[in-house]
């Protein structure tokens, strides 16, 4: 098999079919198959992917949701591809996006891991999908909306043509063309992570084996991510924050003092509980 694309569903039938149509629409000149892994929904959306799309589509059904890097590892384990693709079960992939990437990762086999242009529902950019990686000082500058000139400290790379290719240091788990064998070098996803940060982790990872993670600018996805101004679950919330916390912690605070860190840990708990009580006055969806 050329390629394997790995996609996690929970309790998101529409989302995900239409994800899947996305890619079965096409033809490719090389093997494709999809894996859908779910995460032990709690409705019927399982039962009825396997309906609708029968033998066309491989699926693994978790028992417990162990979250959305443990459902990833767990189609990866049975992967014996060239190449895999992690993709988020809402979205859409257009037409030559997987061709095109994949024919560039043939010619650059020094590229570890490759994304594409993310679009929202709107068709503005999703700006995770072209970034540095996180740290105190760029962190601090984007939280306060703060304007730098400064390279090292533009998390979101707003300075970077949006349809150019170039080298970044990480892409968005909505989207992830890698080599399997890079995976199996440096590991899978950190199931530490329950959602959130793993795609930072493991790219953070990837360039730390040396290979080269691109953006290519050329090529497009459309990305259903909730709205900001729609009530969240607070689970999600607090996964959200614990992924900084446990990223920091594992890739940071060994270069920091212990003051440094402390500020940090604070900082990440005071967003948290602040975000969870802004979220009580939001709408619901």
Same mark, same amino acid.
């Given at each position: 098999?050329?390629?394997?694309?790995?996609?996690?569903? !929970?309790?998101?039938?529409?989302?995900? #079919?239409? %994800?899947?149509?996305?890619?079965?629409e096409y033809s490719y000149p090389f093997s494709v198959e999809v894996i859908v892994v779910d995460n032990a929904?709690?409705?019927?959306?399982?039962?009825?992917?396997? +309906? &609708?799309?029968?033998?066309?589509?491989?699926?693994?059904?978790?028992?417990?949701?162990?979250?959305?890097? *443990?459902?990833?590892?767990?189609?990866?384990?049975?992967?014996?591809?060239? &190449?895999?693709?992690?993709?988020?079960?809402?979205?859409?992939?257009?037409?030559? %996006?997987?061709?095109?990437?994949?024919? &560039?990762?043939?010619?650059?086999?020094?590229?570890?891991?490759?994304? =594409? +242009?993310?679009?929202?529902?709107?068709?503005?950019?999703?700006?995770? =999908?072209?970034?540095?990686?996180?740290?105190?000082?760029?962190?601090?500058?984007?939280?306060?909306? /703060?304007?730098?000139?400064? #390279?090292?400290?533009? !998390?979101?790379?707003?300075?970077?043509?949006?349809?150019? /290719?170039?080298?970044?240091?990480?892409? %968005?788990? *909505?989207? /992830?063309? %890698?080599?399997?064998?890079?995976?199996?070098?440096?590991?899978?996803?950190?199931?530490?992570?329950?959602?959130?940060?793993?795609?930072?982790?493991?790219?953070?990872? /990837?360039k730390d084996a040396n290979w080269k993670i691109i953006y290519y600018g050329k090529d497009k996805i459309t990305?259903?991510?909730?709205?900001?101004?729609?009530?969240?679950?607070?689970?999600?919330?607090?996964?959200?924050?614990? *992924?900084?916390?446990?990223?920091?912690?594992?890739?940071?605070?060994?270069?920091?003092?212990?003051?440094?860190?402390?500020?940090?840990?604070?900082?990440?708990?005071?967003?948290?509980?602040?975000?969870?009580?802004?979220?009580?006055?939001?709408?619901?969806?």
């Amino acid at each position: 098999m050329d390629l394997s694309v790995v996609i996690v569903n !929970y309790g998101t039938f529409e989302l995900t #079919k239409n %994800t899947i149509n996305s890619i079965l629409e096409y033809s490719y000149p090389f093997s494709v198959e999809v894996i859908v892994v779910d995460n032990a929904s709690p409705d019927d959306s399982l039962s009825k992917l396997r +309906q &609708y799309f029968n033998d066309k589509v491989r699926f693994i059904a978790s028992k417990t949701n162990r979250g959305f890097a *443990a459902g990833n590892n767990q189609a990866l384990e049975v992967v014996d591809s060239k &190449y895999v693709l992690l993709l988020n079960s809402d979205t859409i992939v257009w037409e030559n %996006t997987l061709a095109d990437i994949y024919s &560039y990762m043939e010619n650059n086999p020094d590229v570890g891991a490759c994304g =594409c +242009q993310v679009l929202l529902e709107d068709n503005s950019l999703d700006k995770a =999908c072209k970034r540095s990686f996180p740290n105190v000082k760029n962190s601090f500058f984007r939280l306060f909306h /703060i304007p730098t000139k400064s #390279k090292d400290d533009n !998390y979101n790379l707003d300075d970077l043509d949006d349809n150019g /290719i170039y080298e970044i240091d990480c892409l %968005t788990g *909505a989207f /992830i063309f %890698t080599r399997k064998k890079v995976l199996d070098d440096i590991g899978f996803l950190d199931e530490t992570f329950f959602m959130y940060g793993e795609d930072i982790d493991l790219c953070y990872r /990837i360039k730390d084996a040396n290979w080269k993670i691109i953006y290519y600018g050329k090529d497009k996805i459309t990305h259903f991510k909730g709205a900001s101004s729609t009530k969240q679950k607070p689970k999600l919330i607090y996964e959200f924050y614990r *992924a900084m916390y446990i990223y920091y912690k594992k890739h940071h605070a060994h270069e920091s003092n212990f003051l440094t860190n402390l500020v940090v840990y604070l900082g990440i708990a005071v967003l948290c509980v602040l975000k969870l009580f802004l979220n009580i006055f939001k709408k619901k969806n």
